[in-house]
């Protein structure tokens, strides 16, 4: 499993954020982290970067993510966190390295459509990881606690079926298709699944799989691919339905 590389993560995004800072003072909000780089297990050249740069006006975002852009390629090349082979896409495109938005991107709370949504299993997944391990960079925390208050309660999505439960099932289904991509699926699947217990066995190896996708995808066989896919939905199937019964003695 490749090394972490957090000392080299962090050094970076100190400069970051302090040169961006140091521009637009009073037109940032926060700026706050999540993804590996939050959690403690970022890999140079693997992993990618979960960060929100939220504004206080809708109207600075255009100015604030072209200088913000600039900074961060100019400080990827200079200390080489090789961001452009981590962040890089098929095609040759190249994924956000952050996002950037307004006042409207603060979290609201919930209605009727959004407890029913297929998609609110997705963004509660990535909503638990952030309130698990999520960082502020620049700002106070009271965005932390807002998004912890708001979204301590589950939808009517979650009860039937969570999101990782349905992305493992997704991979099997769709292993015919791409056998690379339903096991990276499946690795990610079992991550945010048992990401608040980062010493339970099925997080390491999710996380070994993860981290050195390239050299395991090459020596693992199609079969083996198949039956990591396979046994996935079990245990995620098994937390889920623990995490229930615990919700329901906390209600009941």
């Known amino acids: 499993m490749p090394k972490t590389d957090g000392k080299a993560i962090t050094a970076f995004l100190n400069d970051f954020v302090s040169q961006l800072t140091a521009i637009y003072p009073s037109e940032i ?17 693997k992993s990618d970067l979960d960060m929100g740069i939220i504004l206080k006006e809708t109207k600075d975002i255009a100015r604030v993510k072209k200088t913000a852009l600039e900074i961060f390629w100019k400080l990827d090349s200079k200390q080489n966190m090789k961001f452009r082979q981590s962040l890089g896409l098929p095609g040759g495109k190249q994924k956000p390295p952050f996002d ?4 409207e991107g603060k979290p609201k709370k919930r209605n009727f459509f959004a407890l029913i949504s297929p998609f609110l299993g997705y963004k509660r997944a990535m ?11 620049y700002g106070d925390d009271s965005m932390l606690k807002q998004l912890k ?14 999101y990782d439960l349905f992305l493992s099932l997704f991979s099997v289904l769709s292993f015919i298709l791409s056998p690379n ?35 395991i995808a090459r020596e693992w066989s199609l079969w083996k691919k198949f039956l990591f896919c396979l046994s996935v939905p079990f245990p995620v199937f098994s937390k889920m339905v623990a995490d229930l019964r615990r919700k329901f003695t906390i209600i009941f």
Do not use: C, Q
């Open 29 to 45: 909000h926060y700026i706050i982290l999540a993804g590996s780089a939050s959690r403690g297990d970022f890999v140079i050249g």
């Open 100 to 103: 950037v938005v307004g006042p």
């Open 149 to 162: 208050k708001i979204y301590s309660g589950w939808g009517l999505f979650e009860i039937l079926i969570s």
């Open 181 to 215: 991509a339903a096991m990276r699926r499946s690795a990610r699947s079992l991550l945010y699944t048992f990401e608040d217990d980062m010493s339970h066995p099925l997080f390491k190896r999710a996380s070994s799989i993860r981290l050195d996708f390239d050299n």
């Open 127 to 137: 909503l638990k990881h952030t309130i698990l391990y999520g960082k502020i960079l």
